[in-house]
């Protein structure tokens, strides 16, 4: 997979596929990007080089087992310790989100949203956010685009089929 790709281009990876450890240190290698969703989590996971993903997005569920913190802002904290060079999201659901870069804490409140499945809201928020940050748009309008993706896909019922369309955003903050 990784040979058709180039330096600087982006590989997209959750745990549920084989060799993600691999991925991540030959993608590291080969100077490609990685976006990490570390879903689902496993002992074997708590162990991976995760500071070498460009990216880390994942829940509170998730940031509590990598981290053994409950509360959000520590669970950040943490992270952003072991992976100083990774753009961490930290999504919290009708809390919002929480990001951490370098110095940057940055929070997102949700979108409120009438949710009648939620199947797909992780998926759709992450893919909203790294399109918006390979597009070269400020990490605050990235955030606030994922929350809004977000919002409208929980609004619908599916998993795929509920993802909006870019222009269902709303337009005026484009």
């Keep these: 997979m990784l040979d058709t790709l180039s330096a600087g281009d982006v590989v997209v990876m959750q745990n549920e596929i084989s060799h993600v450890e691999f991925l991540l240190r030959e993608s590291a ?3 490609i990007r990685a976006a990490l969703n570390p879903s689902p ?7 991976w080089p995760l500071d070498l993903a460009r990216w880390l997005i994942l829940n509170e569920v998730e940031g509590a087992a990598l981290t053994g913190e409950e509360d959000p802002a520590a669970m950040l904290e943490r992270l952003a310790a072991r ?3 990774t753009e961490i999201v930290l999504t919290l659901g009708e809390a919002g989100a929480r990001y951490a870069y370098r110095g940057t804490r940055l929070f997102q409140p949700a979108v409120p949203a009438k949710a009648v499945d939620t199947t797909g809201a ?3 928020f992450t893919g909203f956010f790294l399109a918006d940050a390979l597009r070269g748009e400020p990490v605050e309008t990235a955030l606030l685009h994922a929350a809004q993706a977000a919002a409208i896909a929980v609004s619908r019922p599916g998993a795929a089929e509920s993802i909006p369309l870019r222009d269902e955003l709303p337009t005026h903050l484009f």
């Design 29 to 31: 290698r080969r100077g």
């Design 41 to 47: 989590i496993t002992p074997e996971l708590l162990r």
């Design 83 to 85: 992976c100083p060079e």
């Design 122 to 124: 992780g998926d759709t």
